[in-house]
């Protein structure tokens, strides 16, 4: 048994949520927060048997995009320089997807 953790665009998180509960998949969507930007995005907990990982990590990558997206001021943190330092042009890629698959020892529901 696996727990797929995985942070999708919130531009994506609708069309990937309806893709694997379509499938029969059993997900948790929590609405977070990227560390380096600041902006919202999905962050998907799925619990899946081993076999079905690969096809959950599929329908992932099909739905998740990636993007340009311009570094705000706010994101200075994370290159540690002042506002002031960072280029006004600078900008990152944002996805597809990051995905983590944790192994667990199992599920229960009460
Ligand atoms: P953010 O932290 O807002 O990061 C958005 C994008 O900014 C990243 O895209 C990456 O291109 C860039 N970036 C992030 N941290 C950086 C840094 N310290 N220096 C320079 N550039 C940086 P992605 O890599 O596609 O990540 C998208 C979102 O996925 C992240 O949003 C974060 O919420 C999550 N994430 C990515 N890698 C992670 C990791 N190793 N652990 C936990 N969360 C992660």
């Known amino acids: 048994m696996k727990l797929v953790i995985a942070i999708v665009n919130n531009e994506d998180g609708a069309v990937v949520s ?46 998740s995009n990636t993007r ?11 290159v540690g320089l002042r506002p002031d330092e960072l280029p006004t042009d600078a900008e990152v890629t944002v996805g597809g997807a990051t995905v983590f698959v944790l192994s667990i020892d199992g599920m229960e529901k009460y």
């Open 18 to 63: 309806s893709a694997l509960t379509k499938e029969g998949f059993f997900i948790t969507k929590l609405i977070t927060t990227g560390g380096f930007l600041m902006t919202g995005n999905n962050t998907f907990l799925i619990g899946a048997e081993d076999e079905a990982v690969p096809r959950v990590k599929e329908i992932i990558r099909t739905y």
């Open 68 to 78: 340009k997206h311009a570094v705000p001021s706010t994101a200075t943190f994370g």
